[in-house]
């Protein structure tokens, strides 16, 4: 075997490296640790601060032994023709108000328990929820891409409505629970900006006469930070109605269907996060704002919101 | 193919040679404790990185700020995305130097003062201490204890929590050396 002069340049420059590199002493410990492997894949923090955006969720969970108690509030519209200094703004009414508790069972898995008064006639929700986190993205973008599973029962107590169209013209328990099942994708692309994408499916067991009990959804958000405990906050859904039975509900009530959308801002304070928002979706769960929504942005039926979580650790040392 | 051989072998010397006097840790300990009358806080990780250059008492110390795990998991995530800025600020490290440099070859108990420059959060300060090296059958570890300001590393410390995370926190570090194979 002859050796090829590059191999032989090689071998040489490596040996001559290895010389040189040994009479500077700093240098010299600091490769020495870079022999120390890195430690695999790091999983990215704080997608996002909060484990909902405005209306809709994050694929955040609350982590292990932690419990989160959250207050949300949607007030009347602040223009149009339920608005106005009248209702000043809105802020004389409220039109939805929940009052949730969420607890991290691990990491990953979180529960959730919620009273909300509802915002159509059917009302007097109770919500039990879970989310579970399938998948972290990671630093290196060895997975892309965070993917949380949401899923929800809102049971309505309301007493039970005589006219036999209305969505609450209950016959049994089971008709007073609703679903909801979405798969939340997020990406934070930078330190400041995450988004998420939400396929949502809700199945109502009791709908008003021709509204879908089963309907398909899907959500957008995004967060982008103005500093480092400040951000704004957007989310926005699309629910694939039936053509037929929108035009029918649209014209049996005189009222349209709307597509949420709303936008806020984020404080983080350590512990407690506060939300101011503004929305045209008066309801606050999943089952009620997706499909229900009937106020309009254009027509001033925009409300202002916000909401207030804390925080508490239950983790012993 | 003699001299590949040759050549091969001389550099493997030449490695070995600079690597002979230089120890290394992988697996020291890093922590560090803040305490105030309203909250306990301590932070601590056991996958910092070490090296002790044992000709000329010369020592690096480098921790990876995420590795840093606190009893509450919100706090870890805080103190990531809030304080350390991990994203910017991957790692911790202090570089130095001990200056009285004991006889790493006998066995005993020696505490020798260092001196070096600590990087936090992007701000380089020189930084002295006392170390406490055990020499046990030739496997040297070594335990410091000193003193930080929070506020000298340009960590703001937001005033709703100021009265939770105290000014200066005590760093505790310690690191045994896995001792020369060859």
Redo the contacts between chains.
Sequence with gaps: MRLTPLYLKILLLSLFATITLSSFGQDDLEKALSTVPSPGHQKVSATFKSTKLINGHTNETIYKNELEFKVDHRFGDIAGSQGGIKQFFGLDNSTDIRIGFEYGISDRLSIGLARAKGATNVQQLYEGSIKYRLLEQTTDDYIPVALTLFGSNTIAAVHASEDPASAAAYHSFKDRMNYVTQLIIARKFTEGISFTLTPSYIHRNLTAFRDQNDLFALGAGARAKISKRMAVVVDYFIPFRNSADKAYLEGVNGTKFYNPLGVGLEMETGGHIFHLNFTNAAAIEEMQFIPQTTSSWLKGQYRWGFSISRRFSFNKK | ?K??YF??L??FA??S???QN?I?S?NASVSFFSSTVVEDIEGKSS?A?????LK?G???F?V?N??FQF????????F???YMES??YPFSEF?GKIIDPADFSKDGNYTVSVEGTLNIHGVIKTCQSKVNLVIDKGIISAKSVFRIKIADYNIKI?S??FK?IAESVEVRVSAIYQPKTI
């Design positions: 193919m001299t590949t050549i091969l001389i550099s030449g490695l040679v600079r690597a230089i290394v992988k996958t990185n070490s090296a002790l250059d000329t010369k020592i690096i480098k990876m995420t590795s009893k509450k998991k919100l706090m870890q995530e805080h990531n995305e809030n994203n910017t570089k937001p709703i929590v939770n």
